[in-house]
């Protein structure tokens, strides 16, 4: 069964660090751009970053833009989020999804992608 698994949420101080993972399995995660996109409590999803097949070219969301850096390992059928100088504001259900090849479909419009993975909670508090 084809899906992606995300891990690495957990608990941070603001100011502090995480980096997301996101796995595929059953296919092969590499012919796919990817989005993270998170979304919290009562609030819209929003996509926050996307990444190319070849990993050449990101997106960022302005909200985020600076703290987190998306990366990818196609060897390892993972995309992954570090995750910097996190705020309050951060706190939500971080989702991993396949993107067209320009990051178009669930980067631009993530309430219309239908696969999300299950998520992992990011929750900023002290």
């Known amino acids: 069964q084809a899906q992606l698994v995300e891990s690495g949420g957990g608990l941070v101080q603001p100011g502090g660090s995480l980096k997301l993972s996101c796995a595929a399995s059953g296919f092969t995660l590499n012919d796919y751009a990817i989005t993270w996109s998170r979304q919290a409590p009562g609030k819209e999803r929003e996509g926050v970053s996307c990444i190319s097949v070849s990993g050449d070219s990101t997106n960022y969301a302005d909200s985020v833009k600076g703290r987190f850096t998306i990366s990818r390992d196609n060897a390892k059928n993972t995309v992954y989020l570090q995750m910097n100088s996190l705020k309050p504001e951060d706190t939500a259900v971080y989702s991993c999804?396949?993107?067209?090849?320009?990051?178009?479909?669930?980067?631009?419009?993530?309430?219309?992608?239908?696969?999300w993975g299950q998520g992992t909670q990011v929750t900023v508090s002290s």
């Open positions: 999804g396949t993107d067209t090849p320009h990051c178009s479909g669930s980067y631009r419009y993530p309430a219309r992608y239908d696969s």
